[in-house]
T-cell receptor
């Protein structure tokens, strides 16, 4: 089976812009989770989608949002970007209790 | 709040030496436990997992971990380090299927020749 794919892999934006990241889960997986990884805060949970519904949400501001489509592909959006949003954004798809991660999208906000 | 503690942000061993990376979790409720490895500029790769079956879990690349409920620990070991083991290792817990993983701060493993 193909693994989790994320696009784009790298992205450079300026403050105030918005960005959309995409994640395609492993075939058959219906749950997709998103995480932010920074040197200072480590790995932090953003949200989880299951069957097109947000099932869990982390402690991030409303500028961070996501959605899931009927084919389980997911997108996350960050509006009004801030310098502190520079991070590696990781997507994971789940089979029961185990999450499998994609390669991540590295976002740099200038 | 539930948390995961990895003792030592950086561990250095010689090639061929024992690798021991420590992980403790805070909840008295047995969780699902995971170890992931991250190589530079890559995502997280699952090394092994504990899901309430055998307490000694074997994973990929010769790694294993033992779940000790009384100590709320899930330490990762490998008998003999290889240069290719140099990476960052993350311990994580979850309390339901899918959903939120709570990660430790990570331990960077260096392997000296």
């Amino acid at each position: 089976k193909a693994g989790v794919t994320q696009t784009p892999r790298y992205l450079i934006k300026t403050r105030g812009q918005q960005v959309t990241l995409s994640c395609s889960p492993i075939s058959g997986h219906r749950s997709v989770s998103w995480y932010q990884q920074t040197p200072g805060q480590g790995l932090q949970f953003l949200f989880e989608y299951f069957s097109e519904t947000q099932r869990n949400k982390g402690n991030f501001p409303g500028r961070f949002s996501g959605r899931q489509f009927s084919n389980s592909r997911s997108e996350m959006n960050v509006s009004t970007l801030e310098l502190g949003d520079s991070a590696l954004y990781l997507c994971a798809s789940s089979s029961r209790e185990t999450q499998y991660f994609g390669p991540g999208t590295r976002l740099l906000v200038l | 709040a539930q948390s995961v503690t990895q003792l030592g942000s950086h561990v250095s061993v010689s090639e061929g030496a024992l690798v021991l990376l420590r992980c403790n979790y805070s909840s008295s409720v047995p969780p699902y436990l995971f170890w992931y490895v991250q190589y530079p500029n890559q995502g997280l790769q699952l090394l092994l997992k504990y899901t309430s079956a055998a307490t000694l879990v074997k994973g990929i690349n010769g790694f294993e971990a033992e779940f000790k409920k009384s100590e709320t620990s899930f330490h990762l070991t490998k008998p003999s380090a290889h240069m290719s083991d140099a990476a960052e290792y993350f311990c994580a817990v979850s309390y339901n299927q899918g959903g939120k993983l709570i990660f430790g701060q990570g331990t960077e493993l260096s392997v000296k020749p």
